[in-house]
């Protein structure tokens, strides 16, 4: 009988030395993944609110396995840990399938906390959705973007995940614009394009692309070229280069306006739509 009461001592001393062990082990686990998650955030410059997500969120996958470990070493509650795991298993499965669509925006939410697609304060636009603005806020069920219009568009996180996104704030902001415009049949094409170059060139935010060698073969700041014939107009297209997004368009639109008065000078005609109505008697 001794001997029995010695072993279920020695049992009992084993088990809590066990549990004590996951404690502590779960506790430096912890601590260990949320100083990697913070140093890594120090390195890549991640923002405050992403950082407190994805600690909270391993912090708690953490304790939870901690949790299950020390039901499980208690030999009485295997059988009841068992069944109310089961059990919330299969009330997981019932809620998860009455808030799908709350928990796909959470699951894409931290998609965009970990893989960064996008930061607060990034120029982006949404291709399908034909949305672009700044990015104000990164919340786990929606990303808010201020639009240049200064409206706020609320974007659930798994509509987010699910589009294209063109994002100008990564690597850098200098953008290539477009300037097309068309002028008559019987305009002087190399006079006209001459033109659109001349007034590129002036405009004090022009940005010149090229590189160190591009400059020493004699490539050209600005290219213009013919795109084609249209019904009524040849058109022309000058690639343009700015500092960012904002000073490109606001490039483009001070361009046309110029490029319309040189072109009057100088005797380049833009043109516009003829309609000829023919009236029978009959």
């Given at each position: 009988?001794?001997?029995i009461?010695?072993?279920?001592?020695?049992?009992?001393i084993?088990?809590?030395l066990?549990i004590?062990l996951?404690?502590?082990?779960?506790i430096?686990i912890?601590?260990?993944?949320?100083?990697?998650?913070?140093?890594?955030?120090?390195?890549?410059e991640?923002?405050?609110?992403?950082?407190?997500?994805?600690?909270?969120?391993?912090?708690?996958?953490?304790?939870?396995?901690g949790?299950v470990?020390?039901?499980?070493?208690?030999?009485?509650?295997?059988?009841?840990?068992a069944?109310?795991f089961?059990?919330?298993?299969?009330?997981a499965?019932?809620?998860?399938f009455?808030?799908?669509h709350?928990f796909?925006?959470?699951v894409?939410?931290v998609f965009?906390?970990?893989?960064k697609?996008?930061r607060?304060?990034d120029?982006?636009?949404?291709?399908?959705k034909?949305?672009?603005?700044?990015?104000?806020?990164?919340?786990?069920?929606?990303?808010?973007?201020?639009?240049?219009?200064?409206?706020r568009?609320?974007?659930?996180?798994?509509?987010?995940?699910?589009?294209?996104?063109?994002?100008?704030?990564?690597?850098?902001?200098k953008?290539c614009r477009?300037?097309?415009v068309?002028?008559?049949?019987?305009?002087?094409?190399d006079?006209?394009?001459?033109?659109?170059?001349?007034?590129v060139?002036c405009?004090p935010?022009?940005?010149?692309?090229?590189?160190?060698?591009e400059?020493r073969?004699?490539i050209?700041?600005?290219?213009?070229?013919?795109?084609?014939?249209?019904?009524s107009?040849?058109n022309?297209?000058?690639w343009?280069?700015a500092?960012?997004?904002?000073?490109?368009?606001?490039?483009?639109?001070?361009?046309?306006?110029?490029?319309?008065?040189?072109?009057?000078?100088?005797?380049?005609h833009?043109?516009?739509p003829h309609?000829?109505?023919v009236?029978?008697?009959?």
């Amino acid at each position: 009988m001794t001997m029995i009461k010695d072993v279920m001592s020695v049992l009992f001393i084993w088990k809590s030395l066990s549990i004590v062990l996951i404690i502590i082990s779960t506790i430096i686990i912890q601590k260990v993944v949320k100083g990697i998650i913070k140093q890594s955030a120090r390195d890549d410059e991640k923002e405050p609110k992403q950082i407190a997500f994805l600690v909270r969120l391993f912090s708690a996958i953490i304790f939870l396995l901690g949790f299950v470990l020390c039901i499980y070493t208690i030999e009485p509650f295997r059988s009841l840990s068992a069944s109310i795991f089961a059990g919330s298993g299969v009330l997981a499965i019932i809620i998860g399938f009455a808030a799908q669509h709350a928990f796909s925006n959470v699951v894409s939410g931290v998609f965009i906390a970990i893989f960064k697609p996008f930061r607060v304060g990034d120029k982006i636009k949404f291709v399908g959705k034909e949305v672009s603005g700044v990015v104000e806020d990164i919340t786990l069920r929606h990303t808010v973007v201020r639009t240049f219009e200064n409206k706020r568009v609320i974007i659930p996180n798994s509509v987010v995940s699910s589009d294209i996104i063109e994002n100008a704030s990564i690597i850098e902001e200098k953008v290539c614009r477009f300037f097309d415009v068309g002028i008559s049949y019987d305009s002087d094409i190399d006079k006209a394009t001459a033109l659109v170059k001349d007034e590129v060139l002036c405009h004090p935010d022009f940005f010149d692309n090229r590189t160190d060698d591009e400059k020493r073969s004699g490539i050209e700041p600005v290219i213009v070229r013919v795109i084609g014939w249209g019904e009524s107009s040849i058109n022309v297209r000058a690639w343009i280069w700015a500092k960012d997004n904002t000073t490109g368009f606001n490039m483009v639109c001070d361009l046309y306006k110029s490029v319309k008065k040189r072109f009057d000078k100088e005797g380049i005609h833009i043109p516009f739509p003829h309609r000829t109505i023919v009236v029978k008697n009959t």
